[in-house]
């Protein structure tokens, strides 16, 4: 009976120092969890931020979340790389984002990563480029067919339906540097006068654009205007013609609306871009993530205003 005793009062024991070693981790692990301070955590995978408009676009989207007040923003920066953007948005699935927000890289290659946020549950859409693939809740950004169509009216209208052209395409794998070029082309091949003398693609790069630019010089002695598809190639294009001393001669178009370009024309070396605030565009996303939190109804699409910037309007468009 002693025996029986002893062995229960060990038992007892035992048990007592089990459940104090469970209360322990529960108490660590409790002490390790997030506190909850009621914010709605947003994801933003930027497409590259070496890049004034996408970098606009991020300080939009900053500027609406500090507005708010409620809001934790956790932005990644692809860098130009569909590979580096999949990777970005796990890491943010696994941060638990409230909504995801996603400026694709490439339109074909984010799907994948659209499809790893439906299958988590969490509420995406994209803005700027569209993703071929996914479920996502809307789109925001702007009619890139209009803006085609815009830069080669204008460059019909100044240049009276007669000259020849360059076209500087950007990201052939994006939608938007699709229908900028689509849109363009409808206009060129609707204007008898028009000669394309060169197009090639410059990737929505400044430096890259340059380099195309230069080559496209020495090629054709002869050009009267070149249409760039955002405004990071009209800048490169435009440094190459000033360098090449034939400023004059040619008549520059670019995309987006961003400072630099603004700046350019101002000063007359650039004769016209087509306003797509980036800054309204980083705004509107956060908007609409509030609104998707709050269970809200949403557009499918959301397209924002896009306009012509030349000499005549460039200081009254507002950019922010």
């Keep these: 009976m002693k025996r029986i005793l002893t062995l229960l009062a060990m038992l007892s024991i035992i048990m007592g120092l089990v459940g104090c070693s469970m209360d322990e981790g529960t108490s660590k692990k409790t002490g390790s969890e997030k506190k909850d301070d009621g914010k709605l955590k947003v994801g933003l995978s930027m497409n590259t931020l070496n890049n004034p408009f996408f970098v606009a676009v991020k300080e939009g989207a900053e500027a609406q979340a500090e ?25 943010l699935l696994q941060q638990n984002v409230d909504v995801l927000i996603i400026d694709p890289t490439d339109s074909d ?6 499809k790893k946020a439906n299958d988590a549950k969490i509420p995406v859409f994209t803005i700027d480029r569209n993703s071929n693939g996914g479920e996502v809740i809307t789109h925001i950004g702007f009619d890139a067919l209009k803006s085609g169509n815009l830069a080669g009216n204008f460059l019909k209208d100044v ?25 363009f082309n409808e206009i060129v091949k609707a204007t008898p006068g028009f000669e394309v003398v060169a197009q090639q693609a410059a990737n929505f790069d400044r430096g890259e654009a340059m380099q195309v630019m230069e080559d496209i010089l020495q090629a054709n002695p002869e050009i009267d205007g070149v249409y760039a598809a955002n405004d990071e190639m009209a800048l490169g294009a435009l440094a190459a013609i000033e360098a090449a001393g034939r400023l004059d001669e040619i008549v520059i178009i670019g995309c987006d609306a961003v400072d630099p370009s603004i ?58």
């Design 67 to 91: 507005k708010e007040g409620n809001i934790d923003l956790v932005i990644t920066d692809a860098q130009n790389d569909p590979g580096k953007q999949l990777s970005d948005v796990e890491n």
């Design 109 to 114: 290659a984010i799907a994948q990563a659209v």
């Design 159 to 183: 240049l009276g339906g007669k000259g020849k052209i360059v076209e500087i395409q950007g990201i052939l794998g994006t939608n938007v540097g699709q229908l900028r070029s689509e849109g």
């Design 263 to 320: 700046e350019a024309i101002k000063g007359g070396k650039m004769e016209a871009t087509i306003a797509e605030p980036p800054f309204f565009l980083g705004q509107e996303a956060i908007i609409t993530a509030l609104k998707i939190s709050k269970g809200e109804s949403i557009e499918k699409e959301v397209i924002l205003e896009s306009t012509l910037v030349t000499a005549d309007n460039v200081n009254t468009v507002k950019t922010k």
